[in-house]
């Protein structure tokens, strides 16, 4: 049997920051949307599971949260440029709802940039994103996300719900994954 750890090159974030992260980002989102009647932490398949679990159990206020699936990645590791959406929010509600996107990584910002734009057009109540990571070297838009956990170098990373191939997500961190892994 292949033990997975042995295709991380380097542990990025470990078990013990990303806890601390998924506090930090808790507490921010307590004290802005103290107010709010009806937050709704929109969840984007499949990479942002884990981080949007952690962080919805360290909330203090009141929130639902509903799901998303989107795709803009080919075969690989790199972008198509398109975004398709696989699994759409279907709320009756959504006028009265203040949506936080969380995502699990931003690239390019295509993805939540797109977003954000297609809540609104949808007639969401107000918008905002939230990414455990950012990698603002690949940005192609101008985009910036209203909650960051932390910002990473360029590299291909999996774990904590991020993967290559859908393997990797079950990883406890996240992990700079080997080149020869996915560069066959």
Request: net charge negative; hydrophobic share 40%; charged share 30%.
């Amino acid at each position: 049997m292949r033990n997975f750890h042995d295709d991380i090159q380097t542990i990025l974030v470990t078990e013990t920051e990303l806890n601390r992260i998924t506090f930090r980002i808790a507490e921010e989102i307590d004290r802005d949307y103290a107010e709010s009647e009806h937050l709704v932490l929109l969840c984007i398949l499949k990479g942002s599971l884990i981080f949007t679990s952690d962080l919805m159990k360290k909330l203090t206020i009141p929130s639902e949260v509903d799901f998303m699936k989107v795709s803009s990645y080919g075969s690989g590791t790199v972008s198509s440029g398109n975004v398709n959406i696989v699994l759409d929010i279907m709320r009756k509600d959504l006028p009265d709802c203040d949506i936080l996107v969380i995502e699990d990584i931003v690239d390019s910002g295509r993805t939540l940039s797109y977003l954000v734009d297609y809540l609104r057009l949808k007639g969401a109540k107000s918008v905002k994103t939230c990414a455990l990571l950012d990698k603002p070297s690949r940005r192609v838009v101008n985009f910036q996300p209203d909650y960051i956990g932390m910002e990473i170098p360029d590299e291909f990373v999996v774990g904590y719900g991020l993967d290559y191939d859908e393997r990797y997500r079950n990883l406890p961190f996240v992990g700079v994954l080997k080149p020869e892994v996915y560069e066959k």
